[in-house]
């Protein structure tokens, strides 16, 4: 018996317009001009990289003269080399190079969401209902959706609940069943490839194989402890979904560095240094994220209406989770966003239940009112918000939508653009020292044909060490003693050129050095290029 179809989704053409309702509102909001975003940049020229090299990706690291020893794990090297592709095929044409990248983001965002939806829908029974809540959830996303492997993750995760949930669903159709439980592994193969959040996958997998052995466990004990605890369904479920997830595990070592492939969460979620200064690591303002605080509401009062247990302890255990990882790392709100729309949708399926005969049938059109309202507020109001005020830029996702279509695919001022061209037309020689903030448009621009950056973003790759350093230098630190570490480590990396913003401590340090003089400002005053006046020869001080 499947216990997440209830009843069959009526009406299929209200159902398949609210299911394309919430495929183009995440495709809006995923179908704009990039910010201030740093990584679409460097992940493009890592894809050159590798597109370049024959699809393998480099051993070590190429972009930064400072990392130039440093293994170079790239978990997400088959997403880049696919990202320039997209953007070498239509650099050259009316779309262009970056639009195309973009365009293919929006794509995936918009699959990401029908698939919940349409798992939203299977659970509820009710396409109404799995649209206002799979809106919610794309709201609760638009924030962390920028053009990087990320979104592929997303839509992998869509995907694999997709199958969990069928594999559950249909356990005694045996064929079926195991259909799904082996493309999983298949599966797996490609996202260990495409982006470190493979580990998604695995964790959900096991989710599912805890959830069902608690399930038989409890039943077991309600009835009395009759017969072998081993033989009843549940536990069978929880042997596949553990052998399913065996098998996923093997899976994630067929890439180009095997086991070694973990050590990138250490690195990352291991750093205190970095989980204290990466803003998308850090918690989510509540305060800020209403579709947040709207997510937790709605499981409270619904829950609370509908007055019934979830099918299996895994939805629990799903649910707990994520909504731990949402509310420690602001990263993660799409992940939750993703996993919760069907448990919640299942829970309103409850309260629909609950309702008086002559209630139920203005329920549907209720809520596909709701739906379709919901979507145009999203869309059309500023900040893609319909309950959000607005906030830095006044425009609307669909203001950014026509302004992408109007070819602007990122806002220029928010990159050194001006400085990078005056390096390119000038033979100014030495290293170069640049802000992280900055530093893929830099690598985009300059790396490593004219100069590498002296450090950059991938934190997953070395850590915070030259991220230290490098805020030393331009917040111009000293020692206890009262020696510029500032100056001590620019004197260490032989640098010859500093690229960094007016409102940055080093800039009056330079000036007063004597040994350093302004070369160029741009156009808004806001990018400097500092030169030294008596250059070092890389490699003969330090």
């Not at 003269?65 to 953007?87: F, I, K, P, Q």
């Not at 209406?305 to 707990?320: E, H, N």
């Amino acid at each position: 018996m499947n216990r997440f179809s209830t009843t069959p989704v009526p009406g299929w053409l209200l159902a398949l317009s609210l299911l394309l309702l919430v495929a183009l509102v995440a495709f809006c909001y995923g179908f704009t001009p990039m910010g201030d975003e740093n990584d679409l940049w460097w992940h493009l020229k890592a894809g050159k990289i590798i597109a370049d090299n024959g699809g393998f990706p480099p051993q070590r690291d190429v972009f930064a003269y400072t990392s130039a020893d440093v293994e170079w794990r790239n978990h997400e090297w088959l997403a880049e080399w696919a990202m320039y592709g997209v953007y070498s095929l239509f650099e050259d044409r009316q779309l262009g190079g970056f639009r195309a990248v973009i365009l293919a983001k929006a794509l995936v965002l918009a699959a990401a969401f029908l698939l919940v939806c349409h798992l939203s829908a299977r659970r509820a029974g009710d396409a109404a209902v799995a649209a206002v809540v799979s809106l919610i959830a794309v709201g609760l996303s638009r924030f962390t959706v920028p053009p990087r492997p990320p979104v592929i993750t997303y839509a992998f995760t869509a995907l694999w609940l997709v199958l969990l949930y069928g594999a559950y669903g249909r356990y005694r159709q045996i064929g079926q069943r195991w259909a799904r439980m082996a493309a999983l592994p298949a599966l797996m193969v490609l996202w260990a490839n495409l982006h470190g959040g493979f580990a998604v996958g695995l964790v959900l997998v096991f989710l599912f194989a805890a959830g069902c052995a608690i399930d038989g466990l409890l039943q077991w004990l309600a009835e009395g402890r009759q017969g072998r605890l081993w033989d009843y369904d549940a536990i069978d479920m929880a042997r596949g979904f553990g052998l399913c997830g065996a098998a996923c595990l093997v899976a994630t070592l067929f890439n180009p560095y095997g086991f070694k492939i973990y050590g990138m969460f250490s690195r990352v979620m291991g750093d205190a240094n970095l989980l204290g200064a990466i803003s998308e690591l850090q918690p989510p303002p509540l305060g800020v994220n209403r579709e947040l605080e709207l997510m937790i509401l709605a499981f409270i009062v619904v829950g609370s209406l509908a007055c019934r247990r979830l099918p299996t302890a895994a939805d629990y255990l799903i649910l707990l989770f994520f909504l731990h990882q949402a509310l420690f790392h602001a990263r993660h709100l799409p992940l939750f966003a993703v996993t919760a729309a069907p448990i919640l949708a299942w829970q309103a399926r409850g309260v629909y239940d609950t309702l008086p005969a002559s209630w139920r049938r203005l329920w549907r059109p209720a809520m596909a009112v709701l739906a379709v309202t919901m979507a145009i507020g999203m869309v059309a109001l500023p900040r893609a918000g319909w309950y959000w005020p607005p906030l830095g830029r006044n425009q609307s996702a669909l203001e950014k939508n026509v302004a992408l279509l109007q070819g602007r695919a990122y806002y220029p001022e928010g990159f050194p653009e001006e400085v990078c061209d005056y390096l390119l037309a000038h033979d100014l020689p030495g290293r170069l020292f640049n802000e992280v903030n900055f530093a893929g448009y830099l690598i985009w621009r300059l790396s490593p044909e004219k100069y590498q950056v002296f450090t950059d973003n991938r934190f997953d790759i070395f850590g915070s060490q030259f991220w230290e350093q490098a805020e030393q230098i331009q917040n111009g630190a000293t020692s206890q003693a009262g020696d510029p570490v500032w100056r001590e480590l620019l004197d260490k990396w032989d640098v010859n050129l500093v690229i960094i913003d007016k409102f940055k401590p080093l800039n009056g340090l330079l000036q007063q050095s004597g040994q350093w003089k302004l070369a160029f400002v741009d156009s808004r005053g806001y990018f400097r290029l500092w030169v030294r006046n008596a250059p070092r020869e890389t490699g003969k001080h330090g």
